[in-house]
Nanobody, 127 residues
């Protein structure tokens, strides 16, 4: 099992910044890509960003490209999402997720491919 705990959410004005963190614990004998997803009220969970195991490969949703940056520190077992120039439409619950992989460069944007999920952290952007 891999446990994931998000933190760093909150209320921010449009144009502001937040940094989310996701601390992983549990199994240390596996490699996994890690991603961020979000879900707004009444909408389906959507992909935001993903990082490969070593962080060398990243992919972003078009809606956040150029504003969000995903990174990870495997020594600290932590995934980050730096969110800049936040917009009202970024308001959602943000989830981190881990996808067990055998290839350190594999990334996926599909929620059902992920094996473990955190509980989520609320991000609210106000005008």
């Amino acid at each position: 099992q891999v446990q994931l705990v998000e933190s760093g959410g909150g209320l921010v004005q449009a144009g502001g910044s937040l940094r989310l963190s996701c601390a992983a614990s549990g199994r240390t004998d596996v490699t996994y890509a890690m991603g961020w997803f979000r879900q707004a009220p009444g909408k389906e969970r959507e992909f935001v960003a993903v990082s490969s195991w070593g962080g060398r490969k990243t992919t972003y949703a078009d809606s956040v490209k150029g504003r969000f940056t995903i990174s990870r520190d495997n020594a600290k077992n932590t995934l980050y999402l730096q969110m800049n120039s936040l917009k009202l439409e970024d308001t959602a619950v943000y989830y981190c997720a881990a996808n067990l992989v055998s290839n350190s460069m594999v990334v996926t944007t599909t929620p059902r491919d992920y094996d473990y999920w955190g509980q989520g952290t609320q991000v609210t952007v106000s005008s």
